[in-house]
C-alpha cells in the first residue's frame, strides 16, 4: 500500500446511528465489539412524516442517535458488526452512515489513528495465529528453505537424507544484505547462494532441520538459512 493509500485508510469518518431506543443495548455491543475509541449518544425526536418513519422502521417518538468517530479502514467493519446485532437491513433496524471529516484537532486525530493502527496490529497477529494453527492442524507436510553459500547444496542434500527426506530442488542466485545485517550475522554484503526446498511429512520436520542446521548451519562455513513452512494443500506428494 502506497503511503497516499495508507493515509487515505486512516482518514477519520463519523458514522452515525439512529435507532430505536430498545435497540441502545445490542448497539453498544456492537461497538465494544469493535473497540471504538469515541462515541457520542443522545435522543432525539424524529420531525420527519410517519409514512417515512414506517419505511426506516424508526415508529414510535425517541430516537437513539449515536456518533462514532474511527478511520476509514474500520467503518466496513462496524457495519457489518452493527447489522450483524441489529439487522438494519429489515424492517424495524434502523439506518446507518458513513460521513466523511474534512477537519479535526490534531491530537484527536493522532489517538484515533494510534488506537487505529494498534487495533489493526493486534487482529492481524490474531489472524495470522488462527491460520497458522489452522495450517498446523490440517498440514501433513513441511517445505523446508535453505539458503547456503554457493557449492554446499549437496551437503544440505545429504543431510537431510540422512534425516530422512527424499532429495529437494535446489536453484541458484544471490543474496544481497543491509549493512546492519551483515554485521549481525557476520556475513558478506553480497554472496553467490544455492536455494533448496524440501518438502518432508510434517513428522519428519524436527529432525531433517536439526540435521541441516548441523551440517551447514549460520555457525559453519555454508553460512546456511534455514526456515519451514507448512504446505496447505499438495499434489503429487507421496506419505
Given at each position: ?13 463519523i458514522?452515525?446511528f ?9 448497539l453498544e455491543?456492537?461497538?465494544?465489539e ?9 435522543r432525539?425526536?424524529?420531525t ?6 414506517d ?8 430516537r ?5 468517530l ?10 457489518d458488526?452493527?447489522e ?10 434502523g ?7 474534512v ?9 484515533l ?7 489493526l496490529?493486534?487482529?492481524?497477529k490474531e ?10 492442524k ?9 539458503a ?5 547444496s549437496?551437503?544440505?542434500i545429504?543431510?537431510a537424507r540422512?534425516?530422512g ?8 542466485g ?11 550475522l ?9 536455494f ?26 555454508a ?13 503429487g506428494?507421496?506419505?
Amino acid at each position: 500500500m502506497t503511503a497516499s493509500l495508507a493515509d487515505k485508510e486512516f482518514a477519520p469518518r463519523i458514522v452515525l446511528f439512529i435507532t430505536r431506543e430498545e435497540d441502545g443495548h445490542r448497539l453498544e455491543a456492537a461497538l465494544d465489539e469493535e473497540k471504538l475509541p469515541i462515541c457520542y449518544q443522545c435522543r432525539g425526536k424524529g420531525t420527519a412524516p410517519s409514512e417515512m418513519l414506517d419505511i426506516f422502521g424508526l415508529s414510535g417518538t425517541t430516537r437513539l442517535i449515536t456518533a462514532v468517530l474511527l478511520p476509514r479502514w474500520m467503518v466496513p467493519e462496524l457495519l457489518d458488526t452493527a447489522e450483524r446485532r441489529l439487522s438494519l437491513r429489515q424492517r424495524g433496524g434502523g439506518i446507518a452512515l458513513s460521513i466523511p471529516i474534512v477537519g479535526m484537532q490534531n491530537p484527536i486525530y493522532q489517538m484515533l489513528n494510534t488506537q487505529a493502527r494498534e487495533e489493526l496490529a493486534a487482529k492481524m497477529k490474531e489472524r495470522t495465529e488462527q491460520d497458522m494453527a489452522e495450517l498446523h492442524k490440517h498440514s501433513n507436510h513441511v517445505a523446508i528453505m535453505v539458503a547456503v553459500a554457493s557449492g554446499y547444496s549437496d551437503d544440505v542434500i545429504d543431510a537431510a537424507r540422512a534425516a530422512g527426506a527424499k532429495g529437494g530442488t535446489v536453484i541458484r542466485g544471490r543474496r544481497r544484505n543491509s549493512e546492519r545485517m551483515s554485521h549481525y550475522l557476520g556475513l558478506a554484503m553480497q554472496e553467490e547462494q544455492e536455494f533448496l526446498m524440501i518438502v518432508v511429512p510434517r513428522e519428519k520436520k524436527p529432525e531433517v532441520l536439526a540435521a541441516v542446521n548441523a551440517a551447514c548451519g549460520l555457525g559453519s562455513e555454508a553460512h546456511g538459512i534455514v526456515i519451514a513452512l507448512p504446505v496447505e494443500d499438495a499434489i503429487g506428494l507421496e506419505g
